[in-house]
């Protein structure tokens, strides 16, 4: 008997009939048992009528990759076989398989759908069907197959199932789908804590929310229950740290000196100098009660410290050997504003530096006024990599108490607002003849000194974020960053603690070069998480380390603001300073590009008005009167909202009287009322 079956190159084996099948076990002398049933036409019909049958039932597809490979899945009825897996399995990606068309299957393996079953495998002589076994089918006992037709059902046992596969010269290929499985729920896992953590609103689309989410989520901020005030988190307060350092050492070599006065103010003190406070005072908070009981005299908290400070100098200044007196005072100031608040940007409670100097002559005071606008911009420039425009600012946009002020602005490239950075305002007499701060000159007449003020406030980090920041999160330039290279290693389990020696090893080595290196040892999270997280808070470098790299002594780096991948030697770390300072270097040239593109020139109306529209920043020449400036502000408003959308309302004011510019030619007109020109001033909405 058993000659008749063997598969002979010129009598081949067919198995058409239950009959045939089980002749053939029986030939194998492979015990069987076949019940007859109705037709089944699917697996939840087959465990019906199995019901009290013992042995597994078998699942069987006929599918097919897109490379044309054919193959026949046998799977426990309770194993999950999607597609989508079964395609990882063999390789040909997630939506490499699907269905084999019925009649290749019956071309194939005799078997009509609805009936395919293993036996059938004897029929394909040319191996065409590939054959996959579900790796649960090896671990039970019996299994139930069709015996070429699904209204019948065959117990075989697993291991005489196998010794008939043996039989016909097929190999199998066993699929693991419970492990696939776990490691892609894992991954799925991971994908939607990614979505949580994620920017889910693109910065073009919605400014306001983009930037909400990227301070929030980028741990920069944490909101508070009092309206205008925000909680400046350590990713943050470093940014200001490293700011202040700079900028402290900076006005120290100026000589200034830092001192600290108190955040109350009388009424008396606070409405000294009239043209000061005037225009203000709605936005001065004051304390009016200790407990339940009213003060005798409500008093201020320093909306910011010239009439605090005074009074001091006031005292302290006699001769001219008092001069310059230099002080400069980090601290927190406190403005009621009703206008929307916007962490960083307009709170009601900031912290800046405020300098307030005196000196014998205006001439010294100017020179100063310059210094200092110069180092703010650096601060900008150099630490923050957003490019400023320095200027003075017009009659009517100026300090009121001061004599001139000016300015450092920039803008926000995204809805075209143009946002004011820092001041350094020279104050004249104003405020000496107001708090009676004079000296004796060296011939003992009695001189009011000429003051200085100047300051720069937390907003810097919020114009860094909206200049910097994309869909991913933060992006930090090197400078601030306090964290400039995060290491994530990626280890496998063999290489382990390799891995894990290694990466430290280059985090020490990077400490030693002067990068602030961290490393993500975590390991609840998986390196892609982790990938996520430093996006999202925008640290400049991250440095992978795997067991490919451990072998090749390499170390793959990622750029946060352009995601440049660098594989670089292990023996060249030296070059990761470098490339920061490249970083730091490309991103403020790419933000001066780009703010250079949108300064245009303007010398009529509906130039102005075309290009305001377009979110850029306008240059006209300009009379410097008042009375124009008030009226193109007018004018562009009401002219704004005709146009349709948010972005095209709001006035356009004076930004500065850029210190760069071609000079006025005598022909030239204001760009608005048609006057003679006397200079070039910069235009656009602002914050
Ligand atoms: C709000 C309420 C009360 C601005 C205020 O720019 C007073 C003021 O004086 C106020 N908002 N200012 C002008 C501040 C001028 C000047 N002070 C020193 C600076 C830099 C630092």
Not at 59 to 71: E, P, Q, R, S, T
Not at 202 to 229: A, F, R
Not at 398 to 411: D, L, N, P, V
Not at 630 to 659: N, Q
Request: net charge neutral; aromatic share 10%; with cysteine.
């Amino acid at each position: 008997m058993n000659i008749i079956f063997r598969r002979l190159s010129m009598e081949k084996l067919h198995l058409r009939t239950r009959q045939e099948v089980e002749a053939l076990l029986g030939s194998l002398s492979i015990p069987f048992n076949t019940i007859e049933h109705p037709e089944i036409k699917t697996v939840k019909e087959g465990l019906e009528v199995c019901a009290g049958v013992s042995g597994a039932f078998v699942k069987n597809l006929y599918i097919k990759d897109k490379k044309d490979n054919y193959y026949l899945l046998s799977a426990l009825h309770s194993t999950e076989t999607p597609y989508k897996i079964l395609g990882k399995l063999l390789g040909v990606g997630a939506s490499g398989v699907r269905a084999g068309p019925p009649e290749k299957m019956q071309e194939q393996l005799l078997v009509v759908p609805g009936a395919v079953n293993p036996f059938s495998l004897a029929n394909d002589h040319g191996n065409a069907v590939k054959f996959l076994v579900d790796k649960n089918i090896l671990s039970v006992e019996s299994l139930l197959l069709h015996p070429m037709i699904n209204t019948a059902t065959t117990k075989i046992a697993t291991a005489d199932f196998l010794k008939f596969l043996t039989h016909i010269g097929r190999e199998y290929k066993v699929l693991d789908f419970t492990e696939e499985k776990e490691e892609e729920k894992k991954k799925e896992e991971v994908a939607e804590e990614v979505n949580i953590l994620g920017i889910s609103v693109p910065k073009e689309s919605n400014l306001s929310d983009w930037y909400s989410e990227v301070i929030t989520k980028g741990g920069m901020i944490e909101y508070y229950d009092v309206s205008g005030c925000y909680i400046l988190r350590p990713w943050a307060y470093m940014i200001w740290e490293e700011i202040q350092k700079k900028f402290d050492g900076d006005i120290k070599k100026l000589g200034v000196r830092n001192s600290y006065f108190p955040m109350f103010v009388s009424e008396k003190a606070l409405s000294t100098e009239k043209n000061h406070i005037e225009g203000f005072a709605p936005e001065v908070a004051w304390v009016t009660k200790s407990g339940n009981t009213d003060l005798e005299k409500p008093i201020a908290i320093r909306p910011t410290s010239e009439t605090i400070m005074y009074p001091a100098f006031s005292k302290w200044i006699r001769s001219h050997r008092d001069l310059p007196l230099k002080l400069n005072q980090w601290c927190n100031v406190v403005r009621w504003e009703f206008k929307h608040p916007t962490p960083f940007l307009r709170t009601r409670e900031f912290l800046w530096q405020e300098g307030h100097t005196a000196f014998a002559t205006y001439e010294e005071a100017a020179v100063e006024v310059r210094q200092i606008l110069d180092l703010y911009a650096s601060v900008y420039e150099d630490l923050l990599a957003v490019p400023v425009i320095k200027g003075q600012k017009s009659e009517l946009e100026k300090f009121a108490g001061g004599f001139y002020t000016t300015t450092i602005e920039s803008f926000i490239p995204t809805n075209g607002k143009a946002i004011q950075c820092a001041t350094s305002h020279c104050l004249g007499q104003n405020f000496s003849n107001m708090f009676d701060i004079w000296f004796e000159d060296l011939k003992g007449k009695k001189q009011y000194v000429w003051q200085n003020s100047w300051g720069l406030t937390t907003r810097s980090i919020g114009v860094m974020v909206m200049w910097h920041g994309d869909d991913k999160g933060l992006v930090l330039p090197p400078r601030v960053a306090a964290t400039q290279v995060i290491v994530v290693p990626i280890p496998n389990k063999k290489d382990l603690n390799q891995v894990m020696e290694k990466s430290r090893e280059i985090v020490d080595e990077l400490k030693k070069l002067g990068v602030r290196a961290d490393i993500d040892e975590r390991d609840n999270y998986h390196p892609g998480w982790k990938f996520n997280h430093w996006e999202l808070m925008g640290v400049p470098l991250r440095l992978e380390f795997g067991p490919k790299d451990l072998q090749s002594k390499q170390v793959k780096l990622v750029t946060r603001y352009n995601k440049t991948v660098t594989v670089l030697p292990l023996t060249e770390l030296s070059k990761i300073p470098e490339m920061l300072e490249d970083i730091q270097k490309e991103m403020f040239r790419n933000a001066k590009a780009l703010i250079e593109k949108r300064v245009i020139k303007a010398t009529t109306w509906d130039e102005f008005m075309k290009e305001l529209n377009q979110k850029n920043l306008i240059l006209t020449p300009w009379c410097q009167q008042n009375s124009c400036e008030e009226t193109v502000k007018k004018r562009s408003a009401e002219e704004s909202k005709l146009e349709e959308g948010d972005h095209l309302t709001g006035a356009a004011k004076t930004l500065c009287m850029p210190f760069e510019q071609e000079p006025i030619l005598p022909e030239e007109k204001c760009f608005h009322c048609g006057l003679a020109a006397t200079r070039r001033v910069l235009w656009g909405r602002s914050y």
